[in-house]
Nanobody
Framework: QVQLVESGGGLVQPGESLTLSCAAS????????MSWYRQAPGKERELVARIPTSGNNIDYADSVKGRFTISRDNAKNTVYLRMNSLKPEDTALYLC???????????WGQGTQVTVSS
């Protein structure tokens, strides 16, 4: 069974950090472009960060550049999102997406909630 399972979300205060994990099962992430998206209530889903299969030429949303870092560990079949200096506007459901480099196959996780509040 193909699955992407996100974890690591929670309630934190402004300025604190969190690391999200996205664990894949039922397929190997190596040939997939991996991304983190987020969706806040009443807002459209937006791309937060994307890491290609090579791990190079990573893309970040302007709003998170310098604060968030995406990484992948193909041996563990897992992608991470390190989030530093969190702000209330980072509050959202964070979802992981896998897009196959050479086909239209893609998978989504169910998401993990991040809430930044004092």
């Amino acid at each position: 069974q193909v699955q992407l399972v996100e974890s690591g979300g929670g309630l934190v205060q402004p300025g604190e950090s969190l690391t999200l994990s996205c664990a894949a099962s039922g397929f190997t992430v190596a040939p997939y472009v991996m991304s983190w998206y987020r969706q806040a209530p009443g807002k459209e889903r937006e791309l937060v960060a994307r890491i290609p299969t090579s791990g190079n030429n990573i893309d970040y949303a302007d709003s998170v550049k310098g604060r968030f870092t995406i990484s992948r560990d193909n041996a563990k079949n897992t992608v991470y999102l390190r989030m530093n200096s969190l702000k209330p506007e980072d509050t959202a459901l964070y979802l992981c997406k896998a897009e196959h480099r050479w086909s239209i196959t893609n998978y989504w996780g169910q998401g993990t909630q991040v809430t930044v509040s004092s």
